[in-house]
Every structure is written in structure tokens, then in C-alpha cells.
């Protein structure tokens, strides 16, 4: 629980944060989202739920990771002029991931309600 506050507040490093959470959780994103639109597990409905579920999870993740490495690229020491190339390179890819991620998020949830209200299920 002390790492969470401490990675919600920006206490991490920025290199731990975006290389060590950051993008292990946009590629898991990444390939749960290109399988789905491949079509891949069509043919096996637990695969198919598995990564719409991970797909799912990693879209509501990201934007949370993405305001921690915003506020640890805040924090990012800036002695040098790309130090600050570095930082504002952090923010930027935060804030498009974060933000393409909650639109994949909410989505996914109106599909999930209107299969819910259709009465069918998505698999």
C-alpha cells in the first residue's frame, strides 16, 4: 500500500515508473487490443472473455499510471536542457496513453451495457 501512495504522489523515479510499469502495461494493452480486433480466441469463448477482460483492466489501469508519471516527470530533476526534453517526452505519452486508454475504457463499458440491456451476451 506505501508503494501505491508513493507511485500516486510521484515519489518513484520516473525511469522505474514509465520503463518498469508504464510500458509493461501499454504492451499488455497493446496486444490484448490487436488481438481482439484480429479476432484472435473467436473460436474458444473463455480465451475471447480472457482478453476482453485483461484488455479491460489494462484500459482502466493506464490512465492511473499515466497521472503517476506525469507527477514523477513533474518531480524529474532538470540540470540539463534534455532533462527537460526528457520530461515533457514523459508527460506527453502520458497524457495521449492515458487518454486513449479512458476512451478504450468507457468503450468497453458501453458495450458491455448495451449487450447487458440487448440481452445477449458478446461471446
Do not use: Q
Given at each position: 500500500?506505501k508503494?501505491?501512495?508513493?507511485l500516486?504522489?510521484?515519489?518513484i523515479a520516473?525511469w522505474r515508473?514509465?520503463?518498469l510499469?508504464g510500458?509493461?502495461l501499454?504492451?499488455?494493452w497493446d ?9 484472435f480466441?473467436v473460436?474458444?469463448?473463455l480465451v ?6 485483461v484488455f479491460?483492466l ?10 503517476a ?6 518531480r524529474?530533476?532538470?540540470?540539463a536542457?534534455?532533462?527537460?526534453v526528457f ?5 506527453l505519452?502520458?497524457?495521449l496513453s492515458?487518454l486513449a486508454?479512458?476512451i478504450s475504457?468507457?468503450?468497453?463499458l458501453y458495450l ?5 440491456y440487448?440481452?445477449e451476451?458478446?461471446?
Amino acid at each position: 500500500m506505501k508503494f501505491l501512495t508513493r507511485l500516486a504522489a510521484g515519489d518513484i523515479a520516473l525511469w522505474r515508473t514509465f520503463w518498469l510499469i508504464g510500458i509493461p502495461l501499454a504492451l499488455l494493452w497493446d496486444s490484448s487490443g490487436l488481438s481482439m480486433l484480429t479476432g484472435f480466441g473467436v473460436g474458444a469463448p473463455l480465451v475471447a472473455t480472457l482478453i476482453i477482460v485483461v484488455f479491460t483492466l489494462s484500459s482502466a489501469a493506464i490512465p492511473i499510471v499515466a497521472v503517476a508519471i506525469w507527477r514523477s516527470a513533474s518531480r524529474y530533476p532538470r540540470e540539463a536542457w534534455w532533462n527537460h526534453v526528457f520530461a515533457w517526452s514523459a508527460k506527453l505519452c502520458a497524457a495521449l496513453s492515458g487518454l486513449a486508454a479512458a476512451i478504450s475504457f468507457c468503450t468497453v463499458l458501453y458495450l458491455a451495457f448495451s449487450f447487458v440491456y440487448a440481452g445477449e451476451a458478446p461471446f
